[in-house]
């Protein structure tokens, strides 16, 4: 089984009668609120519902009892992506009976100081119980996460990117390395294994994700499309104009320009450079995240293929990981917690 499996398959209301030896009439019974079950074992079924994670297709229940405080800092706001994960994890309380509720900041940039005041500020005026965080690739972060779990015992858990030789719980994303060598593998057949590609990347530091998926592609290049020449990066600091002037010298200037390949943002300046140079199915593309933009820009031609990464259980299973260590005291049984691989192109999209 693997790690979505276990923590996302959905509970059932036989299970948790199965559970509690008592009969599935009961169950639904119980978790609605309706009259004819006893009140100490509808109280014992809802605990039991609780701890197994069901979600229920009715409303919320369990209202008596106090919402565990999550704090969320993410960082990259100008990405769709990240808009989207906000999303997903605001939107967990209607999902779900368990008693949790997030509050979530979100940084435009990548500034270190930034994050470190968010997080003071969820810790101090927030009193939150537990901490999803977003971190930015700094020993400054590093130690902050340090000095909440051993000096606080605050649980904290990491999603989407990581800082692994620190006091977290768990992390909660993609294996950005081996994302970066699928988008290199999906280039260099694409390309028939020569030619030149462009790397272009949203930020030169800071950002873990754009400098593990740039390894992971340069390192596929080397190893299975030698004879594909990687051009040096170019950075468009989450600034699409810019990524956009970028793009349109590229495909001006450059001899065999064959593909393009864009680790975050910058992605819309990017397509309207393509479009506006009438390029479409001629340079290239290789993106990540299966956003409505990337998706649209395949329909479109002007992307090839888009590199999911999961966005759900990157939004949901650190909450479900926080609320189990909270209540129960239950340590993740993984250190990682890595997400699928998905791959969207023109032949596998659905309307």
């Not at 200037?253 to 393509?274: C, E, F, M, T």
């Amino acid at each position: 089984m693997t790690e979505k499996e276990g923590c996302n398959m959905a509970v059932t209301l036989q299970q948790i009668a199965e559970a509690c030896g008592v009969s599935r009439g009961t169950v639904d019974r119980a978790l609605r609120g309706r009259e004819g079950v006893r009140p100490e074992v509808a109280e014992g079924i809802k605990k039991k519902a609780r701890e197994m994670g069901y979600i229920p297709r009715h409303g919320n229940v369990l209202t008596d009892i106090r919402p565990l405080r999550i704090g969320v800092v993410l960082h990259t706001g100008a990405s769709d992506f990240v808009q989207s994960l906000a999303e997903l994890i605001r939107s967990f309380p209607s999902q779900t009976i368990l008693p949790i509720s997030p509050t979530v900041h979100i940084m435009d940039g990548t500034n270190v100081l930034h994050q470190l005041a968010l997080i003071d500020e969820l810790v101090e005026n927030e009193q939150i119980d537990g901490l999803m965080l977003m971190p930015l690739a700094s020993n400054q972060v590093r130690d902050k996460i340090n000095e909440l779990t051993e000096t606080h015992g605050l649980p904290i858990v990491t999603l989407n990117t990581d800082i692994a030789d620190c006091g977290r719980l768990a992390y909660v994303g993609p294996d950005n390395i081996a994302c970066g060598r699928t988008a290199a593998a999906l280039m260099g057949l694409t390309i028939s294994g020569t030619g030149r590609v462009l790397p272009i990347l949203g930020q030169q530091s800071g950002h873990f994700a754009d400098t593990q998926r740039l390894s992971g592609f340069l390192s596929e290049m080397s190893e299975s499309f030698p004879n594909v020449t990687v051009m040096s990066p170019e950075y468009c600091f989450l600034d699409q104009d810019l990524a956009e002037r970028i793009t349109a010298r590229a495909l001006r200037d450059v001899d065999n320009l064959s593909g393009i390949y864009l680790s975050s943002v910058g992605r819309s300046g990017v397509y309207q450079a393509i479009r506006r140079a009438s390029k479409q199915g001629q340079v290239h593309v290789v993106v990540h995240d299966l956003t409505a933009d990337n998706l649209q820009m395949i329909r479109e031609g002007v992307v090839d293929f888009a590199i999911g990464q999961d966005a759900e259980t990157q939004a949901w299973l650190p909450l479900r990981l926080l609320y189990q260590y909270l209540t129960k005291r239950k340590s993740p049984t993984q250190r990682q917690y890595t997400t699928e691989i998905g791959i969207k192109f023109r032949c596998n999209l659905t309307d």
